[in-house]
């Protein structure tokens, strides 16, 4: 049997929580072939993994990027057949059903992307016809009178043309033969795995970490750049994109029941969406605990990224070194990802002159820092189940964390250990009280381990994934 992997902006390029799931994924699956079909923002990027031996292929697509040399080959010899009747036919009705669907989508309706993308053969892309068309321009004329008047034409043009550009090279690239597609989110990943279901006739997963479209809807209300009728386009077709996603999947799958509730609330139905936790494994994060004698340990297991809010970190450690004197931090994680992030949080160390008691590790194997520290910390902005609780968990060691995804339910609801994103006050008062606390942390750190150890072992995950690809395999000798 051969998977599909559908996946933007990750593994095997990434690493951090959704690459790591999927190199176990695949890793503990070896009787399954895995193909990869990535979406990423430039060309050349080093791999950031050894992949295991059943990954069989890989097909990468620049986001940005022309369409490939076979689409437009593809593309000039449709132009030659449009000459004739059939063609213009072929044309019309695609040009039509671009301008049907955008008016549906700012009408309140969804636009029927999934009969789009049925008229637009695969490997070829329509590019020209979505803009340089002169029913489409005229379109755009008459759509900025109406929804843009305050802004520039060309905001609006480029606008356009920037939104579609990018959903056409998805649907213009050529997938790997695979016997079930497997897209680890929606956006453009989930819009590739519908089209290989809609063309191929195979049959489309859905996994989702976090909420793809509710974390892009965040991105651009913060970008100023993007105003007006642009912010709307963007959060609309990346909402609908969701919808048709959770329309048309053979089934979705959601880390806890929370995500599953905005996946039903946006056209999924209750049959076809199953939650199936992270899962860790773990005997490997089982350390023999080493505590050190002197000073208080604090961990932070994570990218150096924004994502990450590593600025909240520090500016909690600045606080309890003012309560906790001989308390010591270590920032565990890859600092290349983002090198001017990495530069502005040693500058803030710096300004807040605590960088002799803060250490960046770069790259290393938490498991050797999972030994002695007293309390590891999550801050992120964004998270959905963090990997690093579970591993943390699995070490006997208390965590401390913003209350984002689903860390409320894996720090069972006690806020004393929880801490709206970016307050930084809270997070320290929450360390402090873990330093304050040690033979309750230690009862807390026992009854976390034996609740990983029941729900999130990743032996159950494996065997759940397993079980869902036999499920839609096709059967014995049919190709």
């Not at 049925?118 to 892309?125: C, D, L, Y």
């Amino acid at each position: 049997m051969r998977v599909c992997l559908v996946i933007e902006g990750s593994y095997p390029f990434i690493t951090g929580g959704v690459s790591s799931w999927v190199h176990e994924l695949i890793s503990g699956l070896p009787q399954i072939e895995f193909v990869l079909f990535t979406f990423s923002p430039e060309a050349g990027q080093k791999l950031r993994y050894t992949l295991p031996p059943n990954i069989v292929g890989i097909t990468d697509v620049v986001l940005s990027k022309p369409p490939p040399a076979r689409a437009a080959r593809a593309s000039f010899a449709e132009r030659r057949l449009e000459r004739q009747a059939k063609g213009k036919r072929a044309r019309d009705s695609r040009i039509l059903g671009i301008l049907e669907s955008h008016v549906r989508m700012f009408s309140g309706s969804g636009p029927d992307l999934d009969k789009l993308i049925a008229r637009i053969p695969e490997g070829h892309s329509i590019h020209r016809e979505a803009v340089l068309d002169r029913r489409a321009w005229n379109f755009m004329k008459g759509q900025n009178r109406l929804r843009n008047p305050l802004y520039a034409f060309s905001d609006y043009v480029w606008a356009w043309k920037s939104a579609h550009d990018l959903v056409f090279n998805v649907l213009a690239a050529v997938p790997p033969e695979a016997d079930v597609y497997h897209s680890l989110s929606t956006g453009f990943a989930g819009l590739a795995a519908l089209a290989a279901k809609l063309r191929r006739g195979k049959p489309f997963l859905l996994t989702e970490h976090g909420l793809y479209h509710k974390e892009r809807e965040i991105e651009i209300r913060k970008a100023g750049f993007v105003r007006g009728y642009q912010r709307d386009l963007w959060i609309r077709l990346y909402n609908r994109i969701a919808g048709i996603c959770y329309e048309n999947a053979d089934l979705c799958t959601s880390l806890f029941e929370e995500n599953r509730g905005y996946q039903l609330a946006l056209g999924a139905t209750a049959e076809r969406t199953v939650v199936i936790p992270n899962g860790i494994d773990v005997a490997r994060y089982s350390v023999v605990r080493e505590p050190r004698p002197e000073g208080f340990h604090v961990g932070f297991i994570g990218r150096i990224v924004p994502i990450k809010d590593v600025k909240t970190f520090i500016v909690a450690a600045k606080l309890v070194l003012e309560r906790v004197p001989d308390a010591r931090f270590y920032l565990v994680g890859p600092d290349d990802e983002d090198p001017e992030y990495d530069k502005e949080c040693r500058r803030l160390a710096a300004d807040l002159k605590i960088e002799d008691r803060l250490t960046f590790t770069g790259r290393a194997d938490v498991r050797e820092y999972y030994k002695f520290v007293n309390v590891v910390v999550l801050t992120s902005v964004r998270e959905a189940q963090p990997l690093v609780i579970l591993e943390a968990y699995a070490a006997g060691i208390p965590c401390v964390s913003t209350d984002v995804g689903n860390v409320s339910e894996l720090l069972e609801g006690d806020r004393r250990f929880m801490a709206p994103p970016k307050d930084g006050a809270k997070i320290a008062e929450a360390i402090i009280f873990v330093h304050d606390n040690p033979e309750e942390m230690a009862r807390i750190a026992a009854r976390n381990r034996g609740r990983t150890i029941e729900t999130y072992e990743k032996k159950d995950l494996l065997s759940r994934y397993g079980s869902l690809y036999s499920r839609f395999a096709p059967p014995a000798g049919q190709p």
